[in-house]
């Protein structure tokens, strides 16, 4: 079945460490997006990529990195500079404006 | 550069009354625009979609949505909800020339038996 997939749902990480969240497509999409889920604030852009080893910055990319080398995954990496890393994160791809974007089913990232 | 702003954070209904969620955008150019519903702990599914042409669309689960250019609003309706619609309501845009997807702070709607 064709899809994006998030892992893992959930995730610990103690403070000050760099973390890794992973997202893979198979639907052969050009777009790949990650979005930042925090209550009464819907969904913040953090990065996104119209193609393959090409990516950019969204509206609160500090503490964020992305990488793109493959057109099926995009994963995001948490640094220890990201304030408030503690959220839920959503990975989206989309083959082109006007088409219906798909959601993966996130990652519930806390930070102790 | 775009932005959406939802205008209800919350919205309480009766089972069985009608209910309006409200959208307004802003951007200089052309845009597509969308509403996506999401569950709890789950993530978004596409409701409708407004590209071009009619200005009134029709979705899943019995949504529709009007798209009013000079009031650059997007509102979604239903006639009668049910109890299964409670959920949250993100409204979205995008520019039509490539542009990334925004989206809105949604709109949680509780329906009540």
């Known amino acids: 079945d064709g899809g994006i997939t998030q892992s893992p749902k959930y995730l610990f990480r103690k403070e000050g460490q760099n973390v890794t969240l992973s997202c893979e497509q198979n639907l052969n999409h050009d777009a790949m997006y990650w979005y930042r889920q925090d209550p009464g604030q819907g969904l913040r852009l953090i990065y996104y990529s119209q193609i393959v080893n090409d990516f950019q910055k969204g509206d609160i990319a500090e503490g964020y990195s992305v990488s793109r080398e493959k057109k099926e995954s995009f994963p995001l990496t948490v640094t220890s500079a990201q304030k408030n890393p503690t959220a839920f994160y959503l990975c989206?791809?989309?083959?082109?404006?006007?088409?219906?974007?798909?959601f993966g089913q996130g990652t519930r990232l806390t930070v102790v | 550069a775009q932005s959406v702003t939802q205008l209800d954070s919350q919205v309480p209904v009766f089972e069985e009354a009608p209910v309006e969620l409200r959208c307004n955008y802003s951007?200089?150019?052309?845009?597509?625009l969308f509403w996506y519903v999401q569950y709890p702990n789950q993530g978004l599914q596409l409701l409708l979609k407004?590209?071009?042409?009619?200005?009134l669309v029709k979705g899943i689960n019995g949504f529709e949505a009007e798209f009013n250019k000079s009031q650059t609003s997007f509102h979604l309706r239903k006639p009668s909800v049910h109890i299964s619609d409670t959920a949250e309501y993100f409204c979205a845009v995008s520019e039509t020339k490539g542009g990334k997807l925004i989206f809105g702070q949604g709109t949680e709607l509780s329906v009540k038996p």
């Open positions: 407004y590209l071009s042409g009619s200005t």
């Open positions: 951007s200089s150019v052309s845009v597509y």
């Open positions: 989206a791809s989309q083959q082109g404006g006007g088409t219906e974007a798909f």
